[in-house]
């Protein structure tokens, strides 16, 4: 039987850590692709990913329960992000490759896509890399919440603690620096049509 | 957001962008753009930027992290006195062998003193007679005592000589007890190394094929979400037509 965030949350208010340990195996991972794309360092989003279990699981007593489990871990982590960019007073620096292996590639191989499909992929996977490494820390936050986390603008508003247009605005501000980046690499064409349907993004 | 749409209002453009609009401001939206190039330009640019967007992906990292809830005191490590440890059972061994030897040792020291107690006793009479008929002690006397000091001295040390070979005998146990440690402990190191090596090599084998899982789950999720799109844009193509 899988238990829901809520009854986790209670089995571990009263004392029992497996029952966190379950939290945590079903959160660590997005709390991890969180801490990664906002501070752009494997080990360090790794770090910020164990502390925020860490400082969740010491002040769980005092958890009141009236916001989600997920969104009281992911303003953990977001502050702990921040904390983290604030010390290091600087843009992020992004782990580039610095090739690619073909030998990786193969063994990488779907059936579904071709290694050239892959190469490509990896490519454009960089080039959004650098252009997230441009934006100023909110904007990105605002665009990886959204996009990576299908956060809504009032979410999003309450995680950054600001009002619902200045969500939107940071995403359009942060799309639009996205979209010059990815048209000077020449990943996006000036004249883009027929991608106006608005799509919905799962919860990674 | 207004029944109206006015070039600019950026807010409105990512309620549509996300689709968090009701259905009137949709509407009105696509009537806008559908008069407007740049809206529409802009609209479907920001919509491709987004489509880019989901190539970014993050590494994959062990993570696995676990809470461990602290022992109860009894199991909690903490130095204890040696004289509390229990003791392993060549030791016991060893000091079981150690106190038999003593007092193997002791019992043959004593051994001789009872037969010692028992010569004054058997002297006793002598001396009383000595006493009772008051004759001098002559030499010839106090070389008999010399002499049966002498051969009870002997004896003592005849008896003696069997201690040292139980220390020997010890010696030889407690040699016979390090060289089996030693080669216990060099087993154990073996096994651990064999162990360790073993551990890596299925380790190393199990991330590779989990790796070559993954992608190729990526590649069948990532298909089925192009059909998905391809699919809806058609539909949102075709209803738009039918407008």
């Known amino acids: 039987m899988t238990l829901t965030d809520d009854e986790l949350v209670a089995r571990?208010?009263?004392?029992?850590?497996?029952?966190?340990?379950?939290?945590?195996?079903?959160?660590?991972?997005?709390?991890?692709?969180?801490?990664?794309r906002v501070i752009g360092r494997e080990e360090d989003a790794r770090d910020v990913c164990q502390e925020t279990f860490l400082r969740a699981f010491r002040a769980l007593p005092g958890f009141k329960r009236q916001a989600k489990f997920s969104s009281w871990i992911y303003r953990?982590?977001?502050?702990?992000?921040?904390?983290?960019?604030?010390?290091?007073?600087?843009?992020?620096?992004?782990?580039?490759?610095?090739?690619?292996?073909?030998?990786?590639?193969?063994?990488?191989?779907?059936?579904?896509?071709?290694?050239?499909?892959?190469?490509?992929?990896?490519?454009?996977?960089?080039?959004?890399?650098?252009?997230?490494?441009?934006l100023p820390e909110e904007q990105r936050t605002a665009i990886v919440l959204k996009e990576y986390h299908g956060m809504t603008f009032q979410e999003i508003a309450d995680m950054q603690g600001c009002p619902l247009s200045t969500v939107k605005t940071r995403l359009y501000q942060g799309l639009t620096v996205l979209r010059r980046h990815l048209e000077k690499n020449g990943r996006l064409s000036s004249s883009v049509e027929g991608a106006m349907t608005p799509r919905l993004v799962k919860r990674s | 957001m207004n029944e109206t749409f006015t070039c600019g209002d950026h807010g409105a453009l990512m309620?549509?962008?996300?689709?968090?609009?009701?259905?009137?401001?949709?509407?009105?939206?696509?009537?806008?753009?559908?008069?407007?190039?740049?809206?529409?330009?802009e609209l479907a640019?920001?919509?491709?930027?987004?489509?880019?967007?989901?190539?970014?992906?993050?590494?994959?990292?062990?993570?696995?992290?676990?809470?461990?809830?602290?022992?109860?005191?009894?199991?909690?490590?903490?130095?204890?006195?040696?004289?509390?440890?229990?003791?392993?059972?060549?030791?016991?061994?060893?000091a079981a062998a150690l106190i038999f030897a003593t007092g193997v040792t002791l019992g043959t020291l004593r051994g001789?003193?009872?037969?010692?107690?028992?010569?004054?006793?058997?002297?006793?009479?002598q001396a009383s007679a000595v006493a009772a008929t008051s004759a001098p002690v002559t030499r010839a006397d106090l070389a008999a005592l010399e002499q049966r000091l002498?051969?009870?001295?002997?004896?003592?040390?005849?008896t003696t000589s069997p201690a040292s070979g139980?220390?020997?005998?010890?010696?030889?146990?407690?040699?016979?007890?390090?060289?089996?440690?030693?080669?216990?402990?060099?087993?154990?190191?073996?096994?651990?190394?064999?162990?360790?090596?073993?551990?890596?090599?299925?380790?190393s084998d199990d991330l590779v094929r989990i790796e070559r899982t993954l992608g190729q789950m990526d590649g069948t999720t990532g298909a089925e979400v192009v059909q998905q799109r391809q699919m809806l844009n058609y539909l949102m193509r075709v209803s738009q037509r039918g407008q």
């Not at chain 1, 571990?12 to 991890?32: C, H, K, T, V």
Request: glycine share 4%.
């Open chain 2, 166 to 203: 139980d220390a020997r005998v010890l010696e030889r146990v407690r040699a016979m007890i390090d060289d089996s440690e030693q080669r216990q402990r060099r087993e154990l190191a073996l096994r651990t190394t064999e162990m360790v090596r073993d551990f890596d090599a299925q380790r």
């Open chain 2, 15 to 41: 309620s549509y962008l996300y689709d968090e609009c009701t259905p009137a401001e949709r509407r009105t939206i696509l009537a806008h753009a559908a008069i407007c190039g740049a809206c529409a330009q």
């Open chain 1, 12 to 36: 571990s208010m009263g004392g029992d850590a497996e029952s966190f340990n379950q939290l945590i195996l079903r959160w660590e991972r997005p709390i991890y692709a969180l801490a990664y």
């Open chain 1, 76 to 134: 953990i982590a977001l502050n702990l992000c921040r904390d983290w960019i604030r010390r290091q007073r600087r843009a992020p620096v992004m782990q580039m490759p610095e090739g690619v292996d073909p030998g990786e590639l193969v063994a990488e191989q779907g059936p579904v896509e071709s290694i050239e499909d892959l190469v490509g992929r990896r490519q454009l996977s960089e080039v959004v890399e650098e252009a997230m490494a441009l």
């Open chain 2, 112 to 125: 001789p003193l009872p037969s010692a107690a028992r010569a004054p006793q058997g002297s006793a009479p």
């Open chain 2, 45 to 94: 640019a920001l919509g491709a930027t987004r489509e880019q967007l989901a190539a970014w992906t993050s590494p994959d990292a062990e993570l696995g992290f676990n809470i461990v809830s602290d022992a109860p005191a009894s199991n909690v490590l903490r130095p204890t006195q040696w004289w509390k440890k229990p003791m392993p059972a060549w030791a016991q061994a060893a």
């Open chain 2, 150 to 158: 002498r051969a009870e001295m002997s004896q003592v040390r005849a």
